[in-house]
């Protein structure tokens, strides 16, 4: 049998089957009485181009016409030549390496407020800074990393930050002090631990990018869209100091250049304002964060980005009154089965703080119990569990997240 008479009826042959499959349909004759090649190589890319018009119009899968096919040549006898070589297939393209960035946003606690070496009268000489802390016996290991073999600060290499404070430019550096809003570097925030943290588990870099500014609440100053009203001009704000941060990265941080930013996190530690509104703003609040975290998963274009809640601190173990029921509203809020991400995981962490109250005779600011007295051991403490929480979210392999607790029956240290 010649070898265009086979393969048109092979043609034939399946094209009848196909037929048979679904309801007959129309198909051009210069279609059905192309031009037979007498070598089969040749005519590979026809035959290819009959079968899938066949298919299509037909409504069977190309899997099923291959089988028809196959079972054609089988009944005439004949047998296909060796397919053509396949060419090898060209490697992807090598992924551009990343670096991660988290987001630490919130008001005056998240701006940081934890001494470094201040003393003398007006830090109660010296009690409860960072400096009595990594001298005492007692917590001098807690904090050793954060030292160099001659006792000099570590500046790490593959952490850096961001912050921008109200009505300054932008700070950016290595992870380190004084990204905060005094002009100094005595002060300190959660970053410190929390960098250190991310940094010692992430192998790419990190940027961390503070969107904190003191004295503004949720109900009205990060007002998210979703809660109706008029958006915040700090939810604004904050997003725009995000999205700067990212499109500058490779420029303001030499160490960061050619790498792809891969925004990883977002930390909310924050409630002090709010409290001070018990009528308002409390009873909005669940519902508000719940907003937020939506929000800035849309606005960022992250939908499931893991996010971590910092429970309020101040000067309590205990909070009384409104102060506890806006610590439950941010626990609640951590709950809610609308932040699930898409695979059904809840991707937010409620951490308590309030076992790293410390007593304000044993703290640099006595005075001020909204900004945790100033105690730097508690500004790490905090900064460790939010890094924790984060690490047991975005860390493949990493512990669970296990929170501190105040010890039963603990009572609350005066505040002064």
Known sequence: MAMDMSMELIYQHCWAIGADLAQPISITTELLTARMWRDFFRI??????????????????????????????????FTPAPP????????????????????????????????????????????????????????????AHLRNPDNSWKRRDDVFVRYTPEGDPAKMGPLAFGFTPYLDAHHFGPELQFGHILGDAIDEPILLVKTAWGGKSLYKDFRPPSSGGETGPYYRRMIADVRTALARASDEFPSLKGRTPELAGFVWYHGWNDGCEPDRAVPEYEDNLVNLIGDVRRDLGVA?????????????????????????????AAARA????????????????????????????????????????????????????????TVDGAPPFVPSLPPPQREPPENG
């Open 44 to 77: 590979g890319d026809e035959f290819a181009h009959i079968l899938i018009v066949i298919t299509a119009r037909c409504g069977v899968s190309l899997r099923s016409m291959l089988t028809l096919f196959a079972a054609a040549c089988l009944a005439l006898q």
């Open 304 to 332: 499931d980005l893991p996010v971590v809640i910092g429970e309020i601190t101040g000067p309590w173990v205990e909070a009384p009154d409104e102060w506890n029921t806006l610590r439950r509203a941010q626990a609640a």
């Open 84 to 143: 053509l070589p396949v060419a090898p297939l060209t490697p992807p393209a090598t992924r551009q390496p990343t670096f991660k960035v988290f987001i630490l946003a919130g008001q005056s606690n998240m701006e940081g407020q934890g001494v470094v070496d201040l003393s003398g009268k007006d830090y109660n000489d010296g009690r409860g800074t960072l400096v009595s802390v990594a001298n005492a016996p007692d917590t001098a290991a807690l904090v």
């Open 338 to 393: 609308e932040l699930r991400a898409s695979d059904g995981t809840l991707r937010v962490c409620f951490v308590p703080t309030a076992a790293f109250v410390r007593a304000p005779g044993d703290s640099p600011n006595p005075g001020h119990g909204h900004h945790e007295f100033g105690n730097a051991e508690t500004y790490f403490l905090v900064g460790d569990a939010l890094g924790k929480a984060m690490r047991s979210l």
